[in-house]
């Protein structure tokens, strides 16, 4: 498995603070991402001919202008998709997320991602509400450009996947409009502030098993540190057992990318998921969730994990012959 492609986590400094923000996102930080460190990733990325998206998320990413466009601009250049996630808290008014959007267009960028749903509610209200998420799209679609809207939900939520479908058309949108649903992680702000009911699995059961995406986006951190997955554990005690490499050593993407391929955890989580590495640590516990069967494994069962490093090789040998792409 290769990496298809790259997400900068710009910042973790958001204008909303979401109660169920799994990176607990919020104005009260400070980090952003060097522009020198977006440009190199950018450059060393074409060399890297798996990955094909350049995805420009937070926090909240516009609260950056010129970085984003920057980076957009540069990714463009390289012939890369472009994606870019935000809360919409930049389109009260019609005219001016036109604008605001038409910009971001010009420099290059493809796809918007909107995050709405009843948590994004109660900021974007603040700065306009839920005409905000239609004007942006309005505008997106208008621009020719491709648009997700992402929710997360609970039980009892009341927007989901149905009730926007309703809203855009209503709105006249004509365009077609991607949805993702998930399910709220307890995880970050979330393990933080909700209470347990609004916790459930996953009910189609995509929490078992391997999981793919492990190593198919690279999470570039404020600080400049290269992660494997751009999961629900980043920005927690958990992030550094992904963590491949930093910036600041001066390796090349690609030799980042290869030394991934020689992480074990990596192709475990890949192949086989964290329930199996629950497994081989003779730990017997349920999560309701993948992401959080990975916290769990990088903060209380850290030093277990890392007893088996010792047994790297015998590991792999496991996986020789029958899974694709191991290191030789
Ligand atoms: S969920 Fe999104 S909008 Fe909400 S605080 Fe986190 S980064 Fe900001
Ligand atoms: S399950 Fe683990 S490897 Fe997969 S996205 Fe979540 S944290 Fe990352």
Redesign the pocket.
């Known amino acids: 498995m290769i990496p298809q492609s790259l997400a900068f986590l710009m910042t973790y400094k958001c204008n909303f603070q979401c109660d169920h923000c799994s990176v607990s996102a919020g104005p009260e930080h400070r980090e952003v991402i060097a522009a020198e460190h977006m440009r190199r990733v950018i450059e060393e990325a074409y060399v890297v001919p798996s990955i094909r998206v350049v995805v420009f998320t937070g926090g909240e990413p516009t609260l950056y202008p010129e970085l984003l466009k920057t980076g957009i601009s540069l990714a463009h250049e390289k012939g890369f998709v472009t994606r870019l996630v935000t809360n919409a808290w930049w389109a009260k008014i019609p005219e001016k997320a036109h604008q605001f959007l038409q910009n971001l267009r010009a420099a290059g960028l493809d796809e918007l991602n909107i995050s709405f749903d009843d948590f994004h509610l109660l900021y974007l209200e603040a700065f306009g509400g839920e005409q905000n998420v239609v004007n942006a799209v309005r505008a997106a679609t208008e621009l020719g450009m491709t648009v997700l809207v992402g929710t997360v939900l609970h039980p009892g939520a009341r927007i989901r996947t149905g009730y926007l479908r309703k809203t855009f058309q209503e709105a006249g949108i004509q365009q077609e409009i991607k949805f993702l649903e998930d399910f709220v992680f307890p995880l970050g702000r979330a393990r933080q502030k909700l209470p347990a009911h609004l916790f459930v699995s996953d009910p189609e059961k995509r929490?078992k098993g391997a999981?793919?995406?492990?190593?198919q986006t690279l999470a570039i951190l404020p600080d400049g540190r290269v992660l494997?997955?751009?999961?629900?554990?980043v920005n927690s005690r958990?992030e550094e057992i992904?963590t491949v490499d930093t910036l600041a050593s001066g390796a090349p993407l690609s030799e980042i990318v290869a030394r991934m391929q020689r992480n074990v955890l990596?192709w475990w989580?890949?192949l086989e998921?964290?329930e199996a590495a629950y497994a081989e640590l003779g730990v017997e516990k349920r999560f309701q969730?993948?992401?959080?069967?990975?916290?769990y494994?990088g903060t209380a069962y850290r030093g277990k994990l890392q007893a088996l490093a010792a047994k790297k090789e015998e590991i792999f040998a496991r996986w020789e012959g029958e899974k694709v792409g191991l290191p030789a």
């Open positions: 929490e999981c793919r995406e492990a190593g494997f997955c751009c999961g629900h554990i958990a992904f990596y989580l890949h998921g964290p969730r993948k992401c959080e069967a990975c916290f494994l």
